[in-house]
RNA sequence: GCGCCCGUAGCUCAGCUGGAUAGAGCGUCGGACUUCGAAUCCGCAGGCCGCAGGUUCGAAUCCUGCCGGGCGCACCA
């Protein structure tokens, strides 16, 4: 093995633990289970796999332990190893190559993590607003925690599509459509597109419910639209229009960014073929004049998953179907991952085993699934008044909160700039806030909590790498020229500089991780963490005056700072230069 | 009724898919700015991991049963 840094020590030393344990145990295809200790006093790492071989080798564990230590060769990268209790062996990084590794990796753009070696084809589905309607506090999720998935995974080399799969056809237009002809208002169209849809929609579904007349008017006026009436289908590309604008706008102050929109109406010339296609393979029957697919695993539903109305409309169940035909014949996918509400696992799941009877069992599935939004009494997350909470002022209000703090601390800026910040630093704590907390379950939405720059938060991060660009200014403008990479060294003297340079090293191993369990938050914890080891040191070791271990000092700040760039950029936290 | 998820410090949450003596933040209390940004840092206190069994070298984590909460259950998405 190369001795040259990947930027990912786990995947490293696991190699030379099985390598070991290969050699010294003759198995196979070890599992040596390398992971970080759990307590520094069994050292930094720890391998766990011997143990689990101990029975069926028929030995003692600690003496199969001995073994593999002596066969253990890392390179350098570890001190001796020591065997411990039962028999887990336990590494010690070399201070040495962690100071070098931080070193040699201090001014790369990536901290060193080089991509995967084997990039897969990945889609990526998220976000997914609906068309007439205004984004509210129940999409920052899917957007946020989706965009992070898809910037982490490209940042690991693979190919992946961060599609949009908007709300853009089905039931809600005939109802959108109906209304429109015997409801609209077009000045209020002029001024407020959006709201006009909207307020169109609510009183179509209203007057829908109440008069059994206006639900068949609605019907037929979808009816119209999915047979290609010309009328009705110039309305609705006028509406997503309309609604496609508003989104951007949103998307736009949340700096995300889409591979492709294609929404459900993409997908409409499939259709019947999909239905067919499952009925004669036997997949799919009829039942009570609809069109379903049975399940006989235990912990799926028993009802049916219908792909077909009994009035001959297609669901979308039907959409999903072809949109996986299309990602995966078409756009080569290896791995399809769905950024949806966790409310929604009971229909993944019975697409998921749909598209394992289709014959895609070589592809990935995963939903990533999220609770909702709590306000801070526990119950969902409304306005005063109860309504529901447009992410615009959302992120309105987070800005109106963080402004008078920016306009305190950076009192000679204008009101302009003091406004710039204000929004990106409310907008990142809004977003991370949802990235922090793990997913699943519901999550409790506390102002004062997300805008504190105390503890795991947005503002804390953005505050530590102000900092970290602060100290490499005030060294330019002392030294009267910049901090150069020949100058890049690191020498580890005090408690501090030792726990972030070890700190520094694992990035790789974090962003592998959050790649893997398409989990967001331990990159999150990850860069917290870096951030409090990184102002500890700060605070213990003075930097620009630090003589002989300047330039130490200064590639430790350097490094921070770069790693802190990966973090950010992968969760798409904005970044400042000062707040 | 069936299915899925969750009960961890006063509060909000982690806990790397079975590893060693369960960790953070907030809050409380007490310290640190003539020095690179104090939106920072350091310290103290706080626990029957909902309860009871089981599986094994080893359980907050896996299995079973209770208790308590959330969510979903044919023609919406």
Known sequence: MSSVSTGHLLE?????????????LGIEAPNADVRAATNPRFGDYQING??????SLKANPRQLAEKVVAALDTEGVCLAPEIAGPGFINLRLDPA????DVAARAFDPRLGVAPVATPQTIIVDFSSPNVAKRMHVGHLR?????DAIVRTLKFLG????GDNHVGDWGTQFGIILWAWKNHRDEAALERDAIGELERLYKLGQAAGKADPAVAEAARLELAKLQSGDPENTALWERFVVISRAEAEDVYRRLEVEFDSWNGESHYNDALPGIVDDLLARGLAVETQGAVGIFFDEPDLPDTPYLIRKSDG??????????TIHERVDVLGAE????????????????????CRKIGYGHVTFEHVGFGMMLGADGRPFKT??????????????????ILPLVQEKWPDASEEDQRKIAAKVGMGAVKYADLAQNLGTDYKFEWDKLLAADGNTGPYLQYTLVRTLSVVREYESRVGAPFAPERATVTLTTDEEKDLAYELVRLGDVVMRVGDSLRPHFLCEYAYNLARRFNAFYAKCPILKAEELLASRMTLTRATWQALEVALTCLNIPRVSRM
């Open 12 to 24: 490293r030393l696991s190699a030379y633990a099985e390598a070991a344990m290969r050699d010294a």
């Open 50 to 55: 011997v143990l689990p071989y101990a029975k």
């Open 97 to 100: 190559w962690v100071a070098a």
């Open 142 to 146: 899917s957007t946020a925690i989706g």
């Open 158 to 161: 693979h190919k992946v599509t």
């Open 313 to 322: 409309a297609y669901l979308y169940a039907t959409t999903d179907i072809a």
């Open 335 to 354: 791995r399809i991952i769905y950024v949806v509400d966790v409310r929604q696992s009971d229909h993944f799941r019975q697409l998921f085993a749909t």
């Open 384 to 401: 005063r008044d109860g309504g529901t909470v447009l992410l615009e002022s959302l992120l309105d209000e987070a800005e109106e909160r």
